[in-house]
């Protein structure tokens, strides 16, 4: 079973940044960040496709988090900057085989376990 695996997480103070990287073991089409705070239901953060520069960001994070890849080295990047108390939640990492117009949706093959990310006031 094909594992993502995710690093960057932790606390910071509104205002910061944080940097989360993913390590993606097998050959993808797309790749993308999602995450879940407690009581709500899972989102859809950034998503790029592996070859070119399409991308897509949820409303929210718009103008503050950049996702980018290192196609090389099969690593994929969500850079988090001006973060807010509402960004806190549980981030992970997800990449699939096919290219699906960068929809959210539960059609992701690959997910990584999660990386924590709190921000406070």
């Known amino acids: 079973q094909v594992q993502l695996e995710e690093s960057g997480g932790g606390s910071v103070q509104a205002g910061g940044s944080l940097r989360l990287s993913c390590a993606v073991p097998?050959?993808?089409?797309?790749m993308g960040w999602f995450r879940q705070s407690p009581g709500k239901e899972r989102e859809g953060v950034a998503a790029?496709?592996?070859?070119?520069?399409?991308?897509r960001y949820a409303n929210s994070v718009k103008g503050r988090f950049v996702i980018s890849k290192d196609s090389d080295k099969n690593t994929v990047y969500l850079q988090m900057n001006s973060l807010k108390p509402e960004d806190t939640a549980m981030y992970y990492c997800?990449?699939?085989?096919?290219?699906?117009?960068?929809?959210?949706?539960?059609?992701?093959?690959?997910w990584g376990q999660g990386t924590q990310v709190t921000v406070s006031s």
């Open positions: 997800a990449a699939d085989p096919d290219r699906r117009g960068l929809e959210w949706g539960d059609h992701w093959a690959y």
């Open positions: 790029v496709y592996n070859e070119g520069t399409k991308t």
């Open positions: 097998v050959a993808t089409a797309t």
